[in-house]
């Protein structure tokens, strides 16, 4: 029986992907909803349930051996432990200086227990000697990385603020500069905290390695980058049920998925967008992921229907500037090489 449902997987690779994907999130569901109620012991299944996409990625590329890279690397448990203290440092600075919360010993412990999905995640993907032997999700590609690190880093805050300048323009709904929480390098540091906190918990870690390192790749196998992205963002909405179920969102509302899907459809394709023209790199679509998720957190209220109209302009300039609509070489470095 399990050698049957191997098998199965290693077939079918990206159903198999989605079904685990939901399992673990769906699955630790409620553990969203007792957080946001105040029962933090709960946390580390929350932590664990938003991984889900990276875990069920790591899942079935081990399973199938898609990631097996061609010499063994040596398994590094000072890698992981560095990889925990520094994405528990992250969570714990954005808790006191974003959140201003209380920090206690008790808070720190149960975060460094939650944290260990996170800190295999990132050991298992960013780091050179990973805990997981013969396994290999490259986050780093040769080429222009840097230049497209700084556009991951830019896109979203640029787009952002167009929409936020466009609504000063247009009504009194809009964004106001004067009410950031500090000026200078005191603001530049608090968006550093709050990206590198984005990035760790969970969008470069728990969602981009799963949607855009193991997904995407193998659906443009046999699909286009616009096709692929657009699969994988009318997915990514129903995935976030439960954490907005704990926000208190309208999810029993059409208007509510209605605006969530015109959100998430055209961020989703510009996300394939930079992983594909940076070939492949799992590090700038988190990065373009964590930036998107900072800017919001910082410029509020935006009004959405302007920024829905601003993203789908910029995703139609760079649907039709890459021609997205047509398929990838198979030697792109975003496709996957092979698929048992």
Known sequence: MIAKTFKWIGCHQVTAFFIITFVITW?????????????YLVLPLMFLATCGPALAGITVACISGSNRPSAKKRISWIAFFISWIVVTVAFIANHLFINKGPVSTALV??????????AFIVNLVYTRYSIVRG???KS????????WIIIALLVFPSLTLISALISRLLGPESPSF???????????GLIVVKLLSQFFFFNGTGEEVGWRGFALPRLQVYASPLV?????????????????IGEGKAVLTISFWVNSCLLHIPSGIIL???????????LVAGIAHASANTVVAFLQPLELNIMIIVLFVFVAVIVITDQMWKRLPEDHPAVQKALN
């Open 27 to 39: 699955g630790l569901g409620f553990s969203y909803i007792a957080v946001m109620n105040g029962k």
């Open 109 to 118: 412990v149960l975060v460094a227990i939650s944290a260990l999905p996170v």
């Open 135 to 137: 396994f290999q999700l």
């Open 140 to 147: 780093f590609r040769s080429g222009a990385i840097p230049a």
């Open 178 to 188: 004067s009410s950031l929480p500090a000026t200078g390098f005191g603001l530049a």
């Open 228 to 244: 692929a992205g657009l699969i994988l963002a009318l997915l990514w909405v129903p995935w976030h049920l439960f954490l907005w």
């Open 272 to 282: 394939c967008w930079c992983y594909n023209r940076s070939r492949g790199s799992v």
